[in-house]
Each structure stands twice: as C-alpha cells, then as structure tokens.
C-alpha cells in the first residue's frame, strides 16, 4: 500500500478542484487599486488537487474514525445516541442554510419561528421562562450564565466573589466561572454519591453568587436531597445553576425549575440528538428564572401581532457571547427532534436510557467495583480497582473495548472514583446491543486476570496503535511545513 | 418519529433483571413533589412525512439567498460552497464522531483538523493555531484574554472599525475582569491612527484591528507598524480568509495574534452560525493558547499518528486554571474548511480573492456615476464597500427586495452617525448581470 500522506504532499501544480466561473467583467490593474506593499503575490504552500483526489483523501480519512453510525458509542456524559437522518435532510433546506443573519425580520420569518418554537419547548421542559440561544456549547452556555449571575449582584450593589462546584463536577465547571472572574471553591461529595449537605452549609455565605450542579450528577445519580440543596443555596442569597448536561435522564420526569434552579444551560448535541460533529457545532442555550430575563444577551425573539421581532431592548443585558444569534442550523435539528417525537416520546427517552444504565450496571457490578450501591440513572460509573491490583488500569479495559469494535468509555472521571470508567448507553442502543457489550466486558475482566499483556497492547487492530502522548507534548509538531 | 430499538417485551426482562417491578421504580430518587405526573405540554409525536412538510412550510417563510441576489456581509457571506464539501461533511464517520480524545479511533478527523491547522497557518502566515473555536467574536475575546496572560496589563484598545459584534462581546468577556476597553474612534471607516497612537500608554496590553475591517476597508498597515515600533503591547488582527488570498498575510505587518470568522471557507451563512472561529500565533505563546490543538506523533510501532496534544492548558486537566472554559468547538466546520481549501489550493484560492476584487470594484465604480449615490474610495478595499446617499437605506432596501435583491447592510442600525449609509458586499458568486440590475434600480429610485 501506498505510504500515508498529508493532503500537502499530494496533487500537483496547474490542478484544481473546483471550476470557478470566468470573469465577466473588464478586469482591472489590481496595483492601480492597493499599494503594491498590500498585494500578496502568492499562497505556495497550498496544494493543488483535484476533487478526485480531495475526495479520496479525506474518504480514505473518514474510515478511520469509530462515529455512532458504525460503533456503539458508550461515552459518559457525552450522551451519544442516535442522530436522525432526517434533521439532516431539514438543516439543509436552502431556506435555512441560505439566508444572511441581517435581512430583514420580514424575511426571516421562518428562522425566527424555528428558534421562538424551539425556546417554547425548552421553557416546557425544563421550567424556565427565557432562552437565550448564543452560546455555542455547552461551555459557552456556563460562561454566558456566569456572566449574567455577575451582573445580576452588580446589579444590586451586592458583590460576591466566589461560585461552589462539587468536587465530581464538570472541569468546564470551574474553569467558565474563573473566566468570570470568580474564585471557586469545591464542595465534597457524601457517602452516598451526592453533594455532602455539612460541606456546603459550610462553604456557603453571603460572598458565594452560585453554586453549579449538574443533577443527575457526574456519577450518573441523582441529587436525593435537590430540595435541601437549594433551600441552603437561596437562603443565603446566593443561585442554582443547573449544568444540563444529564437532562437526558429527567426528560418528562422532572423539570430543573420545579427543583429550585434558577438559571440553566443545555447541550442541544447531547440531550437533543444534534451530532457533534467531531468535537462541534454543538449549541449551549441558557434559559433563566423570570428574574433574570432583563441580563440575557441581546437579541431576544419576540412574538408581536402574529409576527415574530428581535428584543434588543433588554434593560441590563450582558451584551453578547458571539456575533449574530447562535448555531442556528443546530437548532434547526434540536427543534425537528422535539417536534418529531412529542411529549410521549421525549419521556420515553428519559425510561430506556435510565433502564438501560441500570441494566448494565446490575449485570457488570460483581465483575468490576461499584462506589455506590444504589440504581443510577442515565449512565453508570465503574471502577477498574479490583483489575488494577492485576496490573490492569482503566485505560487497558478501555483500549482493549475498541478491538471489540465499542467506542471506550469516559475515563478517569468523574475525578473522585479511582480508575473511572463512566459508561452512558443511551436510549437508542438495543437489548441486543448492551447484552454484547456486558459479555465483552466480562470477557475482559477475565482478559486481565489470564492475559495482562493483551490489555496493555490494546487495541490490536486499529490505524495506529497506542500513541506516544509524551513525544507529542514534548516535541510539538502542530502543522505541516514545506520540505519536512 | 421513535429511535428507540425496545420490544415491550424486552423493556419487561430488562426490569425483571435489574429487580425492580416497573420503569418508575426506576426513578425512585426523584422526590414525589418534583415528579411530573402528566406529560409535558408538548403535543404528539409526529411521522417523518410530517416532519419533512412542517419543516418544508416554514423554510420557505425565509427569503434565501440561493433564489434571492444578496449584496450582504458585515462577518457573514454569501460564497460559494462546492459539493464535495457537503458530501464529505456529510460522511457520518465525521459527523457523528464525539471529540477525538481517543486517537486510535479518531485518526481521521484528528488528521483533518491537523491540516485544517496547516492550512490556518499558510494562510495567516503565522507559526501555529488551535483546533477552532466558536466563531469570529469569541476568537476575538479570546485573543484578548491570551494577550493579557502574555501581558498582565490592564487596558486594551479596539478599533471602532471591528464588526460591532465582536466588540460587544468583546465588552461583555472583559466586563468580569477589570480589564479596561478603549473605542478608538474612526476616521473615514478606517482607525485614526493619530488617536490610537495617543492612546497607547504604559497600561496598554494589546491592540485589536480588523483588515479589511467592518466597513471592508484595508487599515494603513505601514503607519500601524510604525506606531508601535518600541511599544511592548500586542497586535491582534482579526482578518477575512479570503482576503488572504490576494492581500498580505498580518505576519507580514508584524501581527503577534491572528483571529477571524471562517464562515467563508466553505461554510453556509444559515442566519450566522455555525460557522467557525480561528486563532493563530507564534510558536513562543504556544502555552498561552486556548482550546484543543492537534499534533502529530508517533505510535508504539513507530508509525505516524495524530492526537490532541498540550493538554495540560485544558480544562478537563487544570480545571479553573485552564487558559479557556472551551471544550466543544466547531469542528466540522474547520474541517468544511479544509476541504475548501484543499479543493481551491494555491490557484483557485487567489482566483476567488481575485474575483471577490474586482467584481466588487466594478460594482463599485458604477454605483459611484450616479448622481444620488457616492462610493468611499479613499482607502482601499478588498470585497466590501460603504455607499454613501441622502436617501432612506431602508426604504432602498424594500424596494430591491421586490426585485429579489436583498440589499446591503443598513448600517445606521449599528451607527446612528451613518444613517444613510449602505455596507455592501460583493463575492464572487455576484454576476454582471445582477450587478447591473442593482445600479439600475438605483439609478431609478425617486
């Protein structure tokens, strides 16, 4: 086989791979126009293919990737489930992909019905009054809620420093709220898997502005004592935000508002089958209690007359988070879903993705440790403890998961269970795939105990091997140059 | 529609062997107080034939460019997109694959965005860029905060000639900090470079510039070098892909940060996102960066491999000490992007620039030989110019739209100052004939 190369060491000079129409007007003397200092006289180091060759290239690419439509896909707190071809097929409509984000409102009537039903829903499910759909992740989402819980206390004079986050939490968690400028303090985790009441009523005070919570937690549990936990929270002034990346879990079963939550973001790519894309677009809309309306990013989607408007006039919003309005192609798709499936069907996802972690859970809990006695929820986290004193870590179990075709788990996280691997099935996966994945976990607990080596060499039969990590951080090679 | 695989029958020996009696009993941890007791106000589900015709109605209750003739731009183009882009950003190995965290499984988007990197560079001329982030107003952001943790300084100076989006946001990333945002003031439609040169002071940390800026035109790059000849403040620019392929890369005028909205390299307008953003630099501030980056490595058999590398700048790694909150970025719309570049390369690349130029001078000039409307020729532009009249840009616009023009940019909705004022763009999609059309019906309005 011919030896792998870089599109840069492929084509040659004089091909192309599109064909540009000619120029139809007089052509001009460019220098006559820009300063000759201006002009850049060439891009060499751009290839030159074409599509032929563009195409196979990157085919030949695509078949090295494991993507839901060929693996199960099992990543905790990625909520990888199915994503529906015909959403696809609805994004790409010209009237959605083709239209410039400054025509007038009268002729984007439909993009503005999309997002104004789409933040309808969202309200419905999960009890918030007002979405904002600029935030372009989930991280952008926790962001945009940091700076509206900042500017709420500045507004009233009152200023708080710090945000709480339990210690299972989200690395994005604390990493938005200090892009905040806020110090953040960690509250422990109980015996049982939820947030330690004692710690928090502790760590909280009148210079704490929120405490973030993603429930079900990290640990795919839910938080028992939700209640208890905002009744501390709100007596002291302070907010609940509600990380949504678990909501897949309480669809129709339970709404964030109902729980105490004051301000939410949610992962459209997660919870409501927008693909990720390889890493993105995903979209991270935020909605908030009535109170908190007047510190959304402008612009906000009203309804007058029968016709939907953009609200700039929202008294002491944050500005903006990105220019224009969002990922409005994801909404598009986050939308489709909703409407596809209606009330009924949202709920259902909530029971077989709940029945399915616990399924695996109750057949893999005697092969491998489980911190937590207790059913979970929408996902599950094991420990690789007992293989670990073979020799064997969770990273072994979840290499070697990928020669039998499944996608490795979420590992070493959430951060306080040693030797985490944090399995979410979702509920697109069949009985018949699960019953699959239990054997061949159990097959690889036996794998560690008889035949360590094929762990560690894990996976066998894949593009590339293990790679070296150290080499790549230690001697950067982060892009092609001419002649290397 | 259902996406789920589940026989009831299934559902029952799933409970039976987890032990519990029925799927409630699965919720038990929720409180009773909590729990929904009646379905979500939500409406039925509906068939896929409904779907495809609801969603079909209200995409048509949008105007789009595809049938109308668009003179809009101000970040957001109307370019053409070939198909191969579409075909191969379709292939769902691409895009429904998580972020790459697990190499042995991910060698083909982590190569793409390896080239996308490359690509990113050659064009900026810069030494190394992340794996993307959100979009052109986020880069922005953060090009400014990684300028402050290069240069612990307090104050930054903006051009009042960046895309108004962008310095909103700007504003509200910084609102946080108590770092100081200086609006400096235009002259023209590009930066006066006598106030920035004022403003720069021992506080100054960073500069932001944007060529071709908002109103298209190419600030004095010669003066800004000479301004800041000796001065210890970095100069972050903002630019158009596409203008690179016939303008100087910012290296050339000594940028130390490079940021832009890559909506023009093969990605669709769809009302302004997704696109994507991009930040590249120097190989000194590697550490500073934010978001993903991919490397190229080897495997245990020696073999080339690519990965995500220097991780340790992350937040799943250093949590609040991270460089970014960024985790999701727009992946598959840098990798539109490689394709497009890849499919343009060195020839077709110029060749669309070059389109984009002269197209948008021819549009230029004929609109400047009518009585009631002038051109701003003073400075240069690449694709994008402001038309000056007496008369209402509203009501212009209206009158193109019957026409199935949409027209350019209002822009006195961004500046009360230039009410009157038309931002119009011009790719290389726009033909003679439409162009034609559009100064005609100018020439004609009362």
Same mark, same amino acid.
């Given at each position: 086989?011919?030896?792998?190369?870089?599109?840069?060491?492929?084509?040659?000079?004089?091909?192309?791979?599109?064909?540009?129409?000619?120029?139809?007007?007089?052509?001009?003397?460019?220098?006559?126009?820009?300063?000759?200092?201006?002009?850049?006289?060439?891009?060499?180091?751009?290839?030159?293919?074409?599509?032929?060759?563009?195409?196979?290239?990157?085919?030949?690419?695509?078949?090295?990737?494991?993507?839901?439509?060929?693996?199960?896909?099992?990543?905790?707190?990625?909520?990888?489930?199915?994503?529906?071809?015909?959403?696809?097929?609805?994004?790409?409509?010209?009237?959605?992909?083709?239209?410039?984000?400054?025509?007038?409102?009268?002729?984007?009537?439909?993009?503005?019905?999309?997002?104004?039903?789409?933040?309808?829903?969202?309200?419905?499910?999960?009890?918030?009054?007002?979405?904002?759909?600029?935030?372009?992740?989930?991280?952008?989402?926790?962001?945009?809620?940091?700076?509206?819980?900042?500017?709420?206390?500045?507004?009233?004079?009152?200023?708080?420093?710090?945000?709480?986050?339990?210690?299972?939490?989200?690395?994005?968690?604390?990493?938005?709220?200090?892009?905040?400028?806020?110090?953040?303090?960690?509250?422990?985790?109980?015996?049982?898997?939820?947030?330690?009441?004692?710690?928090?009523?502790?760590?909280?005070?009148?210079?704490?502005?929120?405490?973030?919570?993603?429930?079900?937690?990290?640990?795919?549990?839910?938080?028992?004592?939700?209640?208890?936990?905002?009744?501390?929270?709100?007596?002291?002034?302070?907010?609940?935000?509600?990380?949504?990346?678990?909501?897949?879990?309480?669809?129709?079963?339970?709404?964030?508002?109902?729980?105490?939550?004051?301000?939410?973001?949610?992962?459209?790519?997660?919870?409501?089958?927008?693909?990720?894309?390889?890493?993105?677009?995903?979209?991270?809309?935020?909605?908030?209690?009535?109170?908190?309306?007047?510190?959304?990013?402008?612009?906000?989607?009203?309804?007058?007359?029968?016709?939907?408007?953009?609200?700039?006039?929202?008294?002491?919003?944050?500005?903006?988070?990105?220019?224009?309005?969002?990922?409005?192609?994801?909404?598009?798709?986050?939308?489709?879903?909703?409407?596809?499936?209606?009330?009924?069907?949202?709920?259902?996802?909530?029971?077989?993705?709940?029945?399915?972690?616990?399924?695996?859970?109750?057949?893999?809990?005697?092969?491998?440790?489980?911190?937590?006695?207790?059913?979970?929820?929408?996902?599950?986290?094991?420990?690789?403890?007992?293989?670990?004193?073979?020799?064997?870590?969770?990273?072994?179990?979840?290499?070697?998961?990928?020669?039998?075709?499944?996608?490795?788990?979420?590992?070493?996280?959430?951060?306080?269970?040693?030797?985490?691997?944090?399995?979410?099935?979702?509920?697109?996966?069949?009985?018949?795939?699960?019953?699959?994945?239990?054997?061949?976990?159990?097959?690889?607990?036996?794998?560690?105990?008889?035949?360590?080596?094929?762990?560690?060499?894990?996976?066998?039969?894949?593009?590339?091997?293990?790679?070296?990590?150290?080499?790549?951080?230690?001697?950067?090679?982060?892009?092609?140059?001419?002649?290397? | 529609?259902?996406?789920?695989?589940?026989?009831?029958?299934?559902?029952?020996?799933?409970?039976?062997?987890?032990?519990?009696?029925?799927?409630?009993?699965?919720?038990?941890?929720?409180?009773?107080?909590?729990?929904?007791?009646?379905?979500?106000?939500?409406?039925?589900?509906?068939?896929?034939?409904?779907?495809?015709?609801?969603?079909?109605?209200?995409?048509?209750?949008?105007?789009?460019?595809?049938?109308?003739?668009?003179?809009?731009?101000?970040?957001?183009?109307?370019?053409?997109?070939?198909?191969?882009?579409?075909?191969?950003?379709?292939?769902?190995?691409?895009?429904?694959?998580?972020?790459?965290?697990?190499?042995?499984?991910?060698?083909?988007?982590?190569?793409?965005?390896?080239?996308?990197?490359?690509?990113?560079?050659?064009?900026?001329?810069?030494?190394?860029?992340?794996?993307?982030?959100?979009?052109?107003?986020?880069?922005?952001?953060?090009?400014?905060?990684?300028?402050?943790?290069?240069?612990?300084?307090?104050?930054?100076?903006?051009?009042?000639?960046?895309?108004?989006?962008?310095?909103?946001?700007?504003?509200?990333?910084?609102?946080?900090?108590?770092?100081?945002?200086?609006?400096?003031?235009?002259?023209?439609?590009?930066?006066?470079?006598?106030?920035?040169?004022?403003?720069?002071?021992?506080?100054?940390?960073?500069?932001? =510039?944007?060529?071709?800026?908002? !109103?298209?035109? $190419?600030?004095?790059?010669?003066?800004? @070098?000479?301004?800041?000849?000796? #001065? +210890?403040?970095?100069?972050?620019?903002?630019?158009?892909?596409?203008?690179?392929?016939?303008?100087?890369?910012?290296?050339?005028?000594?940028?130390?940060?490079?940021?832009?909205?890559?909506?023009?390299?093969?990605?669709?307008?769809?009302?302004?996102?997704?696109?994507?953003?991009?930040?590249?630099?120097?190989?000194?501030?590697?550490?500073?960066?934010?978001?993903?980056?991919?490397?190229?490595?080897?495997?245990?058999?020696?073999?080339?491999?690519?990965?995500?590398?220097?991780?340790?700048?992350?937040?799943?790694?250093?949590?609040?000490?991270?460089?970014?909150?960024?985790?999701?970025?727009?992946?598959?719309?840098?990798?539109?992007?490689?394709?497009?570049?890849? =499919?343009?390369?060195?020839?077709? !690349?110029?060749? $669309?620039?070059?389109?984009?130029?002269? @197209?948008?001078?021819?549009?230029? #000039? +004929?609109?400047?030989?009518?009585?009631?409307?002038?051109?701003?020729?003073?400075?240069?532009?690449?694709?994008?110019?402001?038309?000056?009249?007496?008369?209402?840009?509203?009501?212009?616009?209206?009158?193109?739209?019957?026409?199935?023009?949409?027209?350019?940019?209002?822009?006195?909705?961004?500046?009360?100052?230039?009410?009157?004022?038309?931002?119009?763009?011009?790719?290389?999609?726009?033909?003679?004939?439409?162009?034609?059309?559009?100064?005609?019906?100018?020439?004609?309005?009362?």
């Amino acid at each position: 086989m011919e030896k792998d190369k870089l599109i840069f060491d492929k084509g040659r000079k004089g091909r192309i791979g599109v064909s540009l129409p000619e120029c139809d007007i007089k052509e001009i003397n460019i220098s006559e126009h820009l300063p000759g200092h201006l002009i850049r006289k060439d891009i060499k180091d751009m290839p030159s293919l074409n599509e032929l060759e563009v195409i196979r290239h990157y085919t030949k690419l695509s078949q090295r990737n494991f993507s839901i439509d060929t693996n199960f896909y099992p990543l905790g707190s990625c909520t990888m489930k199915y994503n529906p071809k015909v959403h696809e097929k609805i994004a790409s409509f010209s009237g959605f992909t083709d239209i410039h984000p400054l025509q007038s409102e009268d002729t984007v009537q439909g993009a503005l019905e999309i997002i104004w039903k789409l933040e309808e829903a969202l309200c419905e499910i999960t009890g918030m009054k007002k979405f904002t759909f600029q935030p372009s992740a989930g991280a952008h989402g926790e962001l945009t809620a940091m700076f509206i819980v900042d500017k709420y206390f500045k507004n009233k004079n009152d200023y708080r420093k710090k945000v709480l986050v339990p210690d299972s939490s989200h690395g994005t968690n604390p990493a938005s709220a200090n892009m905040c400028g806020f110090i953040v303090e960690e509250v422990k985790t109980n015996f049982e898997g939820g947030i330690d009441l004692a710690d928090l009523k502790e760590k909280i005070n009148d210079t704490v502005a929120c405490l973030m919570l993603t429930n079900p937690n990290t640990l795919g549990l839910f938080e028992k004592d939700i209640l208890k936990v905002q009744d501390i929270v709100h007596k002291k002034g302070a907010l609940l935000y509600y990380d949504g990346a678990n909501l897949n879990a309480l669809l129709g079963k339970a709404k964030p508002g109902d729980m105490g939550f004051d301000i939410v973001h949610l992962n459209l790519h997660k919870t409501f089958s927008t693909p990720h894309g390889g890493g993105g677009p995903g979209s991270g809309p935020v909605g908030v209690v009535e109170e908190l309306i007047e510190f959304l990013p402008v612009p906000l989607i009203d309804k007058k007359n029968g016709k939907f408007v953009f609200n700039y006039k929202v008294n002491n919003s944050i500005g903006k988070v990105r220019a224009f309005y969002g990922n409005f192609g994801v909404l598009v798709k986050a939308y489709a879903y909703i409407y596809g499936l209606g009330a009924e069907g949202l709920k259902q996802i909530a029971n077989i993705s709940v029945l399915n972690a616990n399924y695996i859970l109750n057949k893999l809990e005697k092969v491998y440790n489980c911190k937590y006695n207790r059913n979970c929820m929408h996902e599950l986290v094991l420990s690789a403890l007992k293989q670990k004193n073979k020799g064997i870590n969770a990273l072994d179990i979840a290499k070697r998961l990928i020669d039998y075709g499944i996608h490795p788990p979420t590992m070493y996280f959430p951060l306080i269970v040693k030797e985490a691997l944090m399995i979410e099935p979702t509920e697109t996966e069949s009985k018949e795939t699960l019953d699959y994945f239990i054997n061949v976990m159990i097959k690889i607990a036996k794998e560690a105990e008889n035949n360590p080596e094929l762990l560690h060499n894990a996976p066998h039969n894949t593009f590339v091997s293990r790679v070296d990590e150290v080499k790549a951080a230690r001697e950067p090679n982060l892009r092609w140059y001419p002649g290397k | 529609m259902n996406y789920i695989p589940h026989t009831e029958e299934q559902i029952k020996e799933m409970l039976k062997s987890i032990g519990v009696s029925d799927l409630k009993e699965l919720f038990n941890d929720v409180p009773d107080n909590i729990r929904l007791n009646e379905n979500l106000n939500l409406g039925q589900s509906h068939s896929e034939l409904e779907l495809l015709k609801l969603f079909n109605n209200i995409s048509k209750k949008n105007y789009n460019t595809e049938e109308l003739v668009s003179f809009k731009g101000g970040g957001c183009y109307d370019h053409f997109v070939p198909s191969a882009i579409d075909y191969l950003a379709n292939r769902a190995e691409f895009y429904t694959a998580y972020t790459p965290y697990q190499p042995e499984v991910s060698q083909g988007t982590l190569q793409a965005i390896y080239e996308y990197q490359t690509f990113i560079c050659i064009l900026t001329g810069m030494d190394i860029t992340n794996a993307s982030l959100y979009d052109g107003a986020s880069a922005v952001s953060e090009a400014v905060l990684m300028a402050n943790r290069i240069n612990s300084k307090r104050k930054v100076l903006v051009s009042k000639t960046v895309h108004p989006d962008y310095i909103t946001t700007l504003s509200t990333y910084l609102v946080s900090l108590d770092l100081k945002l200086n609006v400096i003031p235009d002259k023209q439609y590009v930066t006066d470079i006598d106030e920035l040169s004022k403003k720069i002071d021992q506080d100054t940390f960073a500069i932001v =510039l944007q060529i071709p800026n908002f !109103f298209g035109y $190419i600030e004095d790059v010669e003066k800004i @070098k000479k301004i800041l000849i000796d #001065k +210890k403040v970095l100069l972050i620019i903002c630019v158009d892909p596409i203008s690179l392929g016939l303008i100087n890369s910012p290296a050339y005028y000594k940028a130390d940060i490079v940021v832009g909205d890559g909506q023009s390299l093969g990605n669709y307008q769809s009302f302004g996102g997704p696109t994507f953003g991009f930040l590249a630099t120097k190989n000194t501030w590697l550490r500073n960066l934010p978001g993903r980056i991919v490397g190229k490595t080897v495997d245990k058999k020696g073999r080339d491999a690519f990965t995500l590398t220097i991780q340790t700048r992350e937040q799943h790694i250093r949590r609040h000490r991270a460089t970014s909150n960024i985790c999701s970025n727009q992946s598959l719309n840098a990798f539109r992007a490689a394709v497009y570049c890849s =499919l343009l390369g060195r020839e077709g !690349f110029r060749k $669309i620039a070059k389109l984009c130029f002269l @197209k948008s001078h021819y549009l230029a #000039k +004929k609109i400047n030989e009518l009585d009631k409307f002038s051109v701003f020729f003073d400075s240069p532009f690449f694709k994008e110019f402001v038309v000056e009249t007496n008369m209402d840009i509203k009501k212009i616009n209206d009158i193109l739209l019957k026409e199935n023009i949409i027209g350019g940019i209002e822009l006195g909705s961004y500046y009360p100052a230039f009410d009157n004022h038309m931002l119009i763009a011009v790719t290389e999609k726009r033909t003679k004939e439409e162009m034609d059309k559009l100064v005609y019906i100018f020439k004609n309005i009362d």
